[in-house]
Each structure stands twice: as C-alpha cells, then as structure tokens.
C-alpha cells in the first residue's frame, strides 16, 4: 500500500496522529495521481467494555485506514472477502460520474461481495475538496467497518483560510457488547425497534466515562498556539450527536466536503452521515481537556443511548502547567440536553456557502416527499412486537423500500432485466394530509415497493423533504448519492409553498450530501440530474433505513460519450 505524501502540508508531528506522512518533495509537482489500496474485511478480536468480541474490520483496523487523496485523484481500492458475512463498500460523498458501479449500496449498484470474494473499485476524485468517509453499505456492517476519505486540494492551490499545523480525522461512532448483525437479526425478528448502542466511540474509543475503557481513551497531542484542523465524521449508526471541547471556540469551516462562511460555535451537531471540519486554536492553558459528544434525540419516549464518549486534546506542555499546580484532570465539556432542537436549528441555520453559488432556478422536476416511520399490522406473537402489536415500517411518499436479490438495480436497468423494479415512484404522497399534526391511524401502514424515480439526464431538480408525524415525529439525516445537493430552505410544520419557497435562499446555500430534515418540520433540496446511474436515497439512520426509509432516482443517460453509463467492471460481483 502506497503512503499517501502531502507536500502541501506541514510536516505531522506524528504524535497524535500516530501515522508517519513521509514528506516526497517530488510529489508537490505530480499532476492527479493513481492511488491503490487493498481492503482486507477481516474478523478481528476487540476489547471494548471490559470484554472482547469478534469486529468486522478493514486490515484489522477499527476504525478502518483513511484513505488521502487530492483532488483529481485516481483510487483503486480491491476489496477483499476474508470475512463470513456478504459486504460491500460505499464512499460516502464521492460523486462516482462515470463510474456509477463503484457506488457501492448493495442490491442497488451491486450484488454484494461474497465470504472469498474480492471486487476492486476504481473512482476519480472531481471538483471535491474537504472531508468524507467510506463504510460498508451491508446490512449493518458499517457499525465497524468504516473509516475517513480525506480529499485535500489539487497540487498549486490550499485552503481558503489559514494553513492549519495539524490536522486530525475524528470518526464519532456507536458500539455495541453484542455482534450489531444479531442486535439487526433480532429487530428484524421481532418487529420492535433495535436495542440501543451500549457505548458511543471516538476513533473506535469510548472514553473515560465508560467501565474499562480508562486505559484505551484517545488522546491527542497539541503545541500550544497550533491551529488544527479537526476533521469530524459522524459514523454512528443510528444516532445524531452533539460534539463540543471544553474552553475551546470551533470555527466551522467546512461541511460534507465543501467549505462555508466560517462561523464559530461551541458545540457542532452532525447526523449520521455528516462531516464538519473544524478549525481549533490550541490558545488556552496548557493542560488536558475533554472533547465529547452524545445524543441529539428528537424522538419522543424512544428509547436511546444516553451515554457519553470521550477523548482528550493534550498540550505537549502541560506537565510544566502541573509545576504551577495547575491540575491535568481534564472537566467535562457542557452538552446541550439531549432534546435540545434550539441548539440544532441555531447551528444549522448558520450553515452557508462561501460565495454566491449556481443553485438551480428554473425546476423541472418539482418532488414533495413525505419521510418518516409507520406500522405494519400482524398476528399478535414473538414476531409482532413493535408498539401496540405492530411491526415498524418506514417509507418515502408511502412507499416503503425492499431492496432486490436477484440484481442489483443497476444491473437490472443496465442489462435489461424483468420484474426487478418499476419505475412508479410517486413524485408527490399518494394522500395529501396534515404531515406533522395528529395524523389518523388509517394513514400509517405503508406499501411496500422496489420503485424508482426516472429522471432525464439534466433535469434540475427540486424536492421538498417533509417530516410526519406518524408514530413520531424525528429528524430524519436523508444522503443523496451521486449528488452534492444545494439546501435552500428548512422549516418546521408543513412546507407551505405560498410562505416558504419567498424565503429560499438561492444565493448561498449550504452544499451537503446529507441533510438532517428537522423534527417535525421540512427541508428543501436542489441539485442538477447530471449523474446517469441509479442512486439510492435514505436516512442515515440505520434502523430506519432497514425499515424502508429509502428510494432510488434512475438518471437517463445524455447525449454525449461521458454521459453514458459505462458497461460494469469485468470483475463485478454476481448475486
Ligand atoms: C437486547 O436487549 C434485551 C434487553 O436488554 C436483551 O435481553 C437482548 O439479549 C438484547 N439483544 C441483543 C441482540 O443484544
Ligand atoms: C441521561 O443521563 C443523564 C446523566 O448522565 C441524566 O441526568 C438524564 O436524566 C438522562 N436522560 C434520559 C432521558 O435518560
Ligand atoms: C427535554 O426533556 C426534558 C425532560 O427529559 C423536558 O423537561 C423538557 O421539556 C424537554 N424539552 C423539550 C424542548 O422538549
Ligand atoms: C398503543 O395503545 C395505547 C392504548 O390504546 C395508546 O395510548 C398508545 O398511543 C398506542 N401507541 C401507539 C404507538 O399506537
Ligand atoms: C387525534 O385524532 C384522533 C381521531 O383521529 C382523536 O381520537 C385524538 O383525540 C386526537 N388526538 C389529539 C392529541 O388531538
Ligand atoms: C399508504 O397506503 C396504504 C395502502 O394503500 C393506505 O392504507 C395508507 O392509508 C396510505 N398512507 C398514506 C400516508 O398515504
Ligand atoms: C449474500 O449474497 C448472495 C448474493 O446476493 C445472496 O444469495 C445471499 O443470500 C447473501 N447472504 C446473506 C446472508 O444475505
Ligand atoms: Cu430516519
């Protein structure tokens, strides 16, 4: 495996980081590089909670390599099988034009990886800068296969603010003491929601809050006066988080893998799915200090993990500190309360793009999609335990989504095969009800479908996420893939389009390719259909997304050669 060289970058010190960056002078004049790594999906023992258990990992890694790239970039990553569970691997954010079958989700671009099994994924980086992510898209095996894609910029041009001295990839992630595979067999048996994590993770460690975990707490090192760049993940599988350190102001300067109008704020919220870069002036005493975060619930009476991980950012002089007797003891940070939905739509709304940006103005497909949670009747029994003898469901527009077995979506569009999906998907709910009010019980059992949504190459495109109450209400953190996505608006209660659509702000709007769509409110999304291939949409939440919170867009090819879908790679695997 080749180790990725940053001639843009200052040297690392090395001690938080815990990797070597060998500086090449000669790669500051290479031109877009090809990068190959190897992906071994292995079990590997871990010890977390005061017990081992065998984890999924990528190279026996937990959290799994960051991958770095530049922009314009070339990665060949060969993925390979050694572990006894079907896989597949997505990188979240990577736009994949041209190479629609490297996307990953399995059943929609491909069959997955089998035990044995290898598949290499071949995807050029374009026009993308900043911080993403890779997991398995399987089931629900990214609870640890999962791990940074960090894309800095091309060779000549650097960061639209200060050159940060360190920089250091957060990956925010949920642990369970049981195989999360038998915690997802077990939901899907009963019916009833899915046991909560036992802990939540930073860099695969949950702190000094946890039993038996004191020892493996992650720590990183800071000169005081460095500027550090912070690049945060939320990885977790099912929950929203806050994230904040103790005495520190973070100026957020980035989202998703696009930059914004830098704010400072004291506490960053991310859905699963999303990233925030972070800048952090080590500025403050020389001592040890806490970062943390825990759960953003918007759910009421859902049950969750109310626990709180923890790492520590140490200045490199803070024993001289102890001399003075100043104490090492790191305090914890404060956390907003975990139904604090004030502090989330403050953060939010700050969110804006740097310049005036090219959002879409002319719509010519116009979508309202309804997303949220419902209930599948059923006989009273070990299987029916979900509230009131009921199964949970989830669906867009009531179309609640099951995944193919005989081919990948892609596939079947590609080759032509039968009876693996229509393409019906209503553009607007089937019934037109108060979405976030007392919603009738006669409205929350939804179909159950493989619909897509066929899009002509180009078209611009508008859809209005809306929230329903039925069951409850909860912010959903809906990902596009093949797409960044303009965020034009958000709101609570119904999306109103006389009141609503004046205030869009169609001059600087975020860009994300993930979008928490407010608890019981709406949030509006642009993008330009430019991608041919099919692309999944869902909750980043697992749980849900298992349920059916998901669609796919089919996008037609154009006219010209870079315009098609490309035949599939020879090595692509069968179902
Ligand atoms: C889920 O939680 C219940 C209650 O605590 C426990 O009995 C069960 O074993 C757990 N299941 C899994 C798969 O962790
Ligand atoms: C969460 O835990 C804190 C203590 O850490 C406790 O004060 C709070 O009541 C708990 N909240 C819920 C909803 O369980
Ligand atoms: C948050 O939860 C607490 C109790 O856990 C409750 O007293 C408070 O009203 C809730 N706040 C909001 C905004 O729902
Ligand atoms: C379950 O039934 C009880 C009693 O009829 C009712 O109060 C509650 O709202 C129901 N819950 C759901 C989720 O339907
Ligand atoms: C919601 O509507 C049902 C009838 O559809 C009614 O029985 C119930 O009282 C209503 N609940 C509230 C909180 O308005
Ligand atoms: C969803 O479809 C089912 C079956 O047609 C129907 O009973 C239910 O009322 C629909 N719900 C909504 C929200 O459209
Ligand atoms: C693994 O994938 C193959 C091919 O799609 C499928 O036939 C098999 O059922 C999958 N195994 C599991 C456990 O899902
Ligand atoms: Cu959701």
Redesign the pocket.
Same mark, same amino acid.
Do not use: K
């Given at each position: 495996m080749k180790a990725y060289n940053l001639c843009h970058k200052p040297r690392c010190n090395g001690l938080s980081l815990g990797l070597l960056i060998v500086f090449d002078f000669l790669s500051c004049f290479a031109y877009a590089e090809t990068l190959y790594h190897e992906f071994v999906v292995e079990a590997t023992p871990q010890k977390r909670l005061c017990r081992t258990r065998s984890v999924i990992t990528v190279n026996g890694q937990f959290p799994g390599p960051t991958l770095e790239a530049r922009d314009g970039d070339t990665l060949v990553i060969k993925v390979i099988n050694s572990a006894r569970y079907n896989v597949s691997i997505h990188w979240h954010g990577i736009h994949q034009k041209g190479t629609p079958w490297a996307d990953g989700p399995e059943y929609v671009t491909q069959c997955p990886i089998q035990p044995g099994a290898s598949y290499t994924y071949r995807f050029t980086i374009e026009d993308q800068e900043g911080t993403l992510w890779w997991h398995a898209h399987s089931r629900w095996l990214r609870a640890t296969v999962y791990g940074a894609l960090i894309i800095y910029p091309k060779p000549g041009s650097s960061y639209p603010f200060s050159m940060p001295n360190l920089e250091i990839p957060i990956l925010l992630g949920e642990w369970w003491n049981r195989d999360p595979l038998d915690v997802l067999r077990q939901a899907i048996f009963t019916g009833a929601g899915p046991n909560v994590s036992d802990a939540y993770t930073i860099n695969g460690q949950p702190g000094d809050l946890y039993r038996c975990s004191r020892k493996g707490t992650v720590k990183f090192f800071v000169n005081f006066g460095d500027l550090v760049l912070l690049r945060i993940i939320n990885a977790a599988l099912n929950q929203q988080l806050f994230f904040t350190i103790t005495n520190h102001k973070l100026t957020v300067v980035g989202a998703d893998a696009a930059y914004n109008k830098p704010f400072t704020a004291s506490v960053i919220i991310l859905g699963p799915g999303q990233t925030t870069n972070v800048l952090l002036s080590a500025d403050q005493t020389p001592r040890r200090y806490y970062m943390a975060a825990r759960a953003y619930t918007s759910a009421?009476n859902v049950p969750f993990d109310n626990t709180t991980t923890t790492a520590i950012l140490e200045y490199i002089a803070a024993p001289c500190s102890v001399q003075k007797g100043i104490p090492l003891r790191p305090t914890l940070p404060r956390l907003p309360?975990?139904?604090? $939905? $004030?502090t989330v739509t403050a953060f939010s709304r700050q969110l804006k793009s740097p310049t005036r940006v090219n959002v879409p103005t002319e719509i010519d497909e116009s979508l309202f999609f309804t997303v949220g949670l419902g209930f599948v009747n059923c006989i009273p029994g070990p299987q029916c335990q979900g509230p009131n003898n009921t199964r949970f469901a989830a669906s867009i527009n009531n179309v609640s989504f099951v995944l193919p077995r005989k081919a990948s979506l892609l596939q079947a569009y590609y080759q032509n095969i039968p009876g693996v999906f229509t393409t019906d998907f209503p553009a607007v709910p089937p019934v037109t009800f108060d979405y976030t009010g007392n919603v009738s019980r006669a409205l929350w059992q939804p179909v159950f479908g493989t619909k897509l949504y066929q899009l002509e190459f180009s078209s611009r495109v508008q859809i209005v996420l809306q929230d329903t109450a039925i069951l409850a209400a909860e912010d959903h953190p809906m990902h596009l893939h093949g797409y960044d996505f303009y965020v034009v608006g958000q709101g609570f209660g119904n999306f109103d389009p006389g009141r609503d659509t004046a205030n869009f702000n169609l001059i600087d709007p975020p860009q994300r390719n993930t979008i928490d769509v407010p608890v019981g409110g709406w949030a509006v999304i642009r993008f330009v259909a430019d991608n041919p291939g099919v692309w999944l949409m869902h909750c980043h939440i697992d749980a849900h997304l298992t349920w059916g919170l998901a669609m796919s867009f089919l996008v037609e090819d154009g006219v010209g050669e870079s315009q098609l879908i490309m035949p599939p790679p020879e090595d692509f695997p069968p179902c």
């Open positions: 009421q309360a975990y139904n604090d $939905t $004030t």
